[in-house]
């Protein structure tokens, strides 16, 4: 280019400058939810622009879809494959779930079974996320399911929601009366689209403790609200204390 524009212009200089990359690609398969309006959503091949993680193109491309299984992220990066759990990152704070994106890489987020029937397990579990409600289930078989809880649960106040998820019905359940003294009414069986929340902390104002839950509430229930704060404020990890 310089060399054709000496006849015209002395001393030409060209300078060229990139303003966007779009060489590196990776694959985002599986539950994506599809947003109208926006060309480049849902199940797609995204470009990735500078340090991108696993949850920023998630929610980017449209946010998870009420079925998504996020306990079970399937991640191929050139001959390997693994898996992340993306409810570790958002309720346990551990960001190597969270990874950083390569070039080239396939991600499929996978359906859970039986969407109508399924309950909500979060907080000090082992394997919290989203896992089929099949029959009559009550609080231990859940906990069970989500790999027991941690050595850190405070299990004098765990949590269960139903219902309205704008105006819940908050259960507070004492586990360790259950497990200490046989108290069996602590086991209560719960129904399908439950939440269940073991917390960090004893629970001393359950009004409190809902209003600090309402980020949970938005990713299951309205993830729009949640998508967009996140885009907004990059704040993935969803923090629940005691009162």
Do not use: C
């Not at 524009?5 to 539950?31: A, C, Q, W, Y």
């Amino acid at each position: 280019i310089t060399e054709k524009l000496r006849g015209f212009v002395k001393s030409p200089r060209i300078d060229v400058r990139v303003t966007e990359f779009n060489s590196k690609k990776v694959s985002l398969l599986g539950v994506v939810n599809t947003l109208s309006g926006i060309r480049l959503s849902g199940p797609n091949i995204y470009p990735l622009k500078g340090k991108t993680t696993l949850m920023d193109l998630i929610l980017t491309a449209g946010g998870p879809a009420p079925n998504a299984d996020l306990k079970n992220v399937q991640i191929t990066r050139g001959h390997r494959t693994f898996r992340v759990n993306l409810y570790d990152a958002m309720f346990k704070e551990d960001v190597s779930q969270n990874i950083i994106l390569d070039a080239g890489d396939r991600i499929i987020i996978p359906e859970i079974s039986e969407l109508e029937s399924k309950v909500y397990l979060f907080g000090e579990l082992r394997k919290p996320g989203l896992y089929a409600f099949k029959g009559q289930m009550d609080l231990l078989a859940a906990i069970s399911k989500a790999g027991g809880y941690t050595d850190d649960a405070a299990l004098g106040s765990v949590m269960v929601f139903r219902g309205d998820p704008a105006r819940p019905e908050a259960i507070t359940v004492n586990l360790e009366r259950l497990l200490k003294e046989g108290d069996l009414s602590q086991n209560m069986p719960l129904q399908k689209g439950d939440i269940v929340f073991v917390p960090k902390t004893l629970i001393s104002d359950v009004q409190e403790f809902i209003s600090k839950a309402s980020p949970i509430m938005d990713f299951l229930f309205y993830p729009a609200r949640y998508r967009d704060s996140y885009i907004r404020g990059r704040a993935l990890y969803i923090a629940v204390g005691g009162g």
